[in-house]
């Protein structure tokens, strides 16, 4: 795996970021925070994806960059997912890697959200509710309560989500998800990439099922 993200940052310039980086603290991080300067492994080593769905031995990855209140990364995540689970997932073929690029208002504490889940290896449950319905939390002023309600409902140890939540966990890796991104020329979700196994790593123009397939089958474009 290590190997395919030196591959896609071979001629990117890892620097600061574009986007304002808040000083880390000890209350519920609801923003990037400041990482300091970090060298091209440091980055990958620290940007650790949020979800892996498939088998990591497979030989295909589609990699996603997603924001959890991106209307087109719901449509990725319940409807595009799915296909690509029947189509190469399960038999082994591929596997999806997700990276957080919270662009969003209520994007960054989302992602934390569903890492904070992921320590009680309820990711990808959560992954689903919070995009089912991301309609209700989107607007809201605060969606800590919501975020809090959606681990209830999943029979969560809800001490153990709201204590991760109120603080800044995950905080720094959510971070470096976001600055890998932005070291890939990512600007929009969902943003994918696949590899086959060796070069050239393809990044896709579009997010539909046809536009994996056609990469996954050697018909996409570099």
């Given at each position: 795996m290590r190997n395919f993200y030196i591959i896609i940052l071979?001629?990117?310039v890892i620097g600061g970021g574009?986007?304002?980086?808040?000083?880390r603290g000890g209350s519920a991080a609801?923003?990037?925070v400041d990482l300091g300067e970090l060298e091209q492994q440091e980055l990958i080593d620290m940007a650790q994806p949020?979800?892996?769905?498939?088998?990591?031995?497979?030989?295909?990855?589609i990699m996603e960059f997603a924001d959890y209140q991106c209307g087109a990364c719901k449509q990725f995540g319940l409807f595009i997912k799915p296909q690509l689970d029947a189509a190469y997932i399960r038999t082994g073929q591929a596997k999806l890697v997700v990276h957080d690029f919270p662009r969003f208002p209520h994007a960054f504490l989302a992602a934390r959200?569903?890492?904070?889940?992921?320590?009680?290896?309820?990711y990808w449950e959560y992954h689903d509710l919070i995009l089912h319905s991301q309609e209700d939390w989107s607007p809201m002023k605060s969606v800590t309560g919501h975020f809090?309600?959606?681990a209830k409902e999943l029979q969560l140890d809800t001490r153990a989500f709201g204590d991760c939540l109120a603080s800044d966990s995950h905080a720094d890796v959510v971070t470096a998800n976001l600055r890998l991104g932005e070291a890939l020329g990512v600007t929009g979700t969902p943003s994918l990439f696949v590899h086959r196994g060796g070069p050239p790593v393809i990044r896709l123009g579009g997010s539909g099922f046809l536009d994996i397939q056609q990469a996954i089958e050697g018909e996409g474009e570099n």
């Amino acid at each position: 795996m290590r190997n395919f993200y030196i591959i896609i940052l071979a001629v990117a310039v890892i620097g600061g970021g574009v986007l304002f980086y808040a000083m880390r603290g000890g209350s519920a991080a609801v923003e990037p925070v400041d990482l300091g300067e970090l060298e091209q492994q440091e980055l990958i080593d620290m940007a650790q994806p949020a979800g892996v769905y498939g088998d990591p031995d497979a030989p295909i990855t589609i990699m996603e960059f997603a924001d959890y209140q991106c209307g087109a990364c719901k449509q990725f995540g319940l409807f595009i997912k799915p296909q690509l689970d029947a189509a190469y997932i399960r038999t082994g073929q591929a596997k999806l890697v997700v990276h957080d690029f919270p662009r969003f208002p209520h994007a960054f504490l989302a992602a934390r959200a569903v890492r904070c889940a992921g320590d009680q290896d309820r990711y990808w449950e959560y992954h689903d509710l919070i995009l089912h319905s991301q309609e209700d939390w989107s607007p809201m002023k605060s969606v800590t309560g919501h975020f809090n309600d959606l681990a209830k409902e999943l029979q969560l140890d809800t001490r153990a989500f709201g204590d991760c939540l109120a603080s800044d966990s995950h905080a720094d890796v959510v971070t470096a998800n976001l600055r890998l991104g932005e070291a890939l020329g990512v600007t929009g979700t969902p943003s994918l990439f696949v590899h086959r196994g060796g070069p050239p790593v393809i990044r896709l123009g579009g997010s539909g099922f046809l536009d994996i397939q056609q990469a996954i089958e050697g018909e996409g474009e570099n």
